[in-house]
Structures are given as C-alpha cells and as structure tokens.
C-alpha cells in the first residue's frame, strides 16, 4: 500500500459545480496534513493545511478523518481557474507526497 | 517575505555531463531547505534536504548529490547524467517540519 494514495483523476466537473476530493494515508502516526494546488509545468503552492477540526477557506474546506486515515478536499462553487492538480500532503517527521487529482472545470 | 529563486529554469544537457542547479532563499535565515524531483505525471520524490550549512541527509542512493556552502543557499550536483536524471526539479523551503514553499523549479532534460 503506498504511503499517501489519491485517485488521480481528472476529475471532468462543470463551473459552478461542486467536487470533493479525497486522500488516504497509511501512517496512523501522520501528525500534519496538506493539500497543495499545481498548475501544469508549475511548482507545487500551498493552498491549505489541514486541521483535526476541519477548516474552510473560502469555497474551499478540507476535512482530516483520522480513525479512517483519509483527508478530504471539497470545492465549491468550482471556477475554470481551480483546474489544477491537487496535492495531497501528509507529514510526521517527514511530508509524503501524493501523486495528484487532477481537476479540470469545465464552462 | 521570503523569497526562493532557482535556475536555470530549462536545461537540456547530453548524458553523461555534469549538472549544478541553484537555489537561493530571500528573507529568512536558517530554512530547512529540501531539494524534490518530479517525473512527468508523478509525485515529488524527496532527494535531499538541509537543516543548516553543511548538513545534508540524502533519501535516494543516486549519482546526484547536494551541497549547502550558506545558509540559504542549496546546490544540487551531478558529475555524469544519466537519462533517468530527466525531470522537473524542485527547491523548497521550511522553517518547520512543516508547509514547504517551493521555487519556480528546473525542468532537465538529459539526451
């Protein structure tokens, strides 16, 4: 079992819809939690972390569920320019990556 | 704020010639400072990474090796290419065990 797995899409979703995302990781001892946003041929830039409590930004919330070892993603009110590659981020002593979901909004 | 630059942004270099990327880090003092390769269509693989001058912990045995001779200044070196080496390489920042920032990145590609 990989470390850190997400589907990786894409994820084909018209403007205005709704996605959710989801990510999950196998070290139960995993104390921080990351999604990031990439852009094709860009570097990786942090869009959020992820709190035991769950957080929101704007249309975007990211929830951590840690007796089922996954974290979530959810977009709302998904733009054209929320077409990237999410990237899903756990850490310990050390961040393992995930390969990515891409998502592509659809007009 | 912090600032992280890296060059070349492109490089095409023929198998088997050395490499040297820079990344240099603006505004802050002793980062941990990391160095990621990402293949096409995959997740960033860590190579190295630095929590002060001259310390270095490599995660991959490779024919790659790294280098911090300031503090917020990180190399990233190869003697002879291979192949293999081609990828979009990654400098990034932290001040914790935590978020990473990362520069604008090199993409290689060996020939």
Excluded at chain 2, 61 to 71: E, F, I, K, T, W
Aim: charged share 15%; hydrophobic share 35%; proline share 6%.
């Amino acid at each position: 079992r990989k470390e850190v797995e997400q589907d990786p899409g894409p994820f084909n979703v018209p403007e205005g819809a709704t996605v959710a995302f989801n990510c999950t990781y196998s070290n139960s001892a995993s104390q921080s939690f990351f999604w990031y946003r990439q852009d094709c041929r860009k570097e990786p830039k942090l869009l959020m972390s992820v709190y035991s409590s769950g957080n929101e930004d704007g249309r975007f919330t990211a929830q951590l569920n840690r007796a089922s070892q996954y974290i979530s993603l959810l977009i709302r009110d998904s733009k054209l320019s929320d077409s990237a590659t999410y990237l899903c981020v756990v850490g310990n002593y050390q961040l393992i990556w995930g390969a990515g979901t891409k998502l592509i909004i659809k007009p | 704020s912090q600032t992280i630059h890296q060059w070349p942004a492109t490089l095409v270099q023929p198998v088997g010639s050395p490499l040297s990327l820079e990344c240099t880090v603006e505004g802050t003092s002793n980062p941990n400072l990391y160095w990621y390769r990402q293949a096409a269509g995959r997740g960033l693989q860590l190579l190295f990474y630095s929590v002060g001058i001259g310390q270095i912990s490599s995660e991959v045995p490779q024919n790659l090796s790294a280098s911090r001779p300031q503090d917020r200044q990180f190399i990233l070196s190869s003697k002879k290419l291979l192949l293999s080496d081609s990828g979009f390489y990654l400098c990034a920042w932290s001040n914790s065990l935590y978020e990473q920032y990362f520069g604008p990145g090199t993409r290689l590609t060996v020939t």
